[in-house]
């Protein structure tokens, strides 16, 4: 069985500042990570992921990621946030083997204060 | 060109009736899904098919029924409609590579209203 523990419900941030949003996983095979973003009233859209290779996985609109086998974790980082990154963000695990589902976490919503 | 498209985007109805949710995706993916997220934004899936055949049910009451008339279309019916299935109901499509479950990508969304 595979979960997806998002340690934050909310995270407010002033503008510019950097963030952090935690995420950490079980799974009892190796592991694919994504992180997804959804702006309000809309779909999930693609932000990371992690498939192999590199542990440090760049995204779209200045976020990265660092996969850490040892503790379990994928948290997502940006160094300087702006309004437009207020959304909510999902952090998801997949088992692969094909058709195993993805799993997602709770949400955590950014919220970035001007 | 949208890559998943839904229809309608807005739906209220009455306690007890039938409603359909559509879905459409143009990337040419193989596995196709329904997800509900619940007024809390928790995203749960209901349903997979992959090149139209059933691979994940989950406990979803039998009042749900997905039909999948071609791998492009995944459609979800409910009948009897209950107020606990108010929510916003997304529709998703990925490519199955080597195994590996590839990136998922996720309709506008239905918003559904049962009074």
């Known amino acids: 069985a595979q979960s997806v523990t998002q340690l934050d419900s909310q995270v407010p941030v002033l503008e510019e500042a950097p963030v952090e949003l935690r995420c950490n996983y079980s799974s009892s095979v190796s592991v694919y990570l994504f992180w997804y973003v959804q702006y309000p009233n809309q779909g999930l859209q693609l932000l990371l992921k992690?498939?192999?290779?590199?542990?440090l996985v760049k995204g779209i609109n200045g976020f990265e990621a660092e996969f850490n086998k040892s503790q379990t974790s994928f948290h997502l980082r940006k160094p300087s946030v702006h309004i437009s990154d207020t959304a909510e963000y999902f952090c998801?695990?997949?088992?692969?083997?094909?058709?195993?589902?993805?799993?997602f976490g709770i949400g955590t919503k950014l919220q970035v204060i001007p | 060109d949208t890559a998943v498209s839904q229809t309608p985007k807005y739906l209220v109805t009455q306690m007890g009736n039938d409603k359909s949710i559509k879905c459409e995706q143009n990337l040419g993916h193989d596995t196709m899904y329904w997800y509900k997220q619940d007024s809390k934004k928790f995203l749960k899936i209901m349903f997979s098919?992959?090149?139209?055949?059933?691979?994940i049910n989950e406990t979803v009451p039998n009042r749900f029924s997905p039909k999948s008339p071609d791998k492009a279309h995944l459609n979800l019916h409910i009948n009897s409609l209950e107020l606990g299935d108010s929510a916003v109901y997304f529709c998703?499509?990925?490519?199955?590579?080597?195994?590996?479950?590839?990136?998922?990508?996720f309709g506008p969304g239905t918003r559904l209203l049962v009074l």
């Open positions: 998703a499509s990925s490519q199955i590579e080597g195994g590996v479950q590839e990136t998922q990508y």
């Open positions: 098919y992959n090149n139209k055949e059933l691979i």
């Open positions: 992690y498939l192999s290779g590199s542990t």
């Open positions: 998801a695990v997949s088992s692969g083997g094909g058709y195993q589902k993805v799993t």
